[in-house]
């Protein structure tokens, strides 16, 4: 019995690590969860991709920024 729970958990860890999830503007797809932003990036738009480091010397002043307007400094 041990046996069938242990690979019944690694047959759903490996089913939720193969899922895409599309993730708003602000937040990107980590697991099968959507995670904002951290400081110093962003996302203009929805879907799977990443969020996008600000230029060198420049940074946000929260997560989940939406544009690469809120990259200040420099």
């Keep these: ?10 047959v759903l860890m490996t089913y939720y690590d193969s899922i895409t ?6 937040s ?6 959507c995670t904002e932003c951290a400081v110093g990036s962003y996302k203009e738009s ?8 600000c230029p060198d010397g420049q940074i946000t002043d929260m997560t989940g ?10």
């Design 46 to 53: 929805a879907g799977v991709d990443a969020c996008v480091t």
């Design 28 to 33: 990107e797809p980590i697991g099968a969860q």
């Design 21 to 26: 999830v599309s993730c708003e503007a602000g």
């Design 65 to 74: 920024s939406t544009s690469a307007s809120d990259c200040k400094g420099g």
């Design 1 to 10: 019995m041990y046996m069938y729970i242990y690979s019944h958990t690694q």
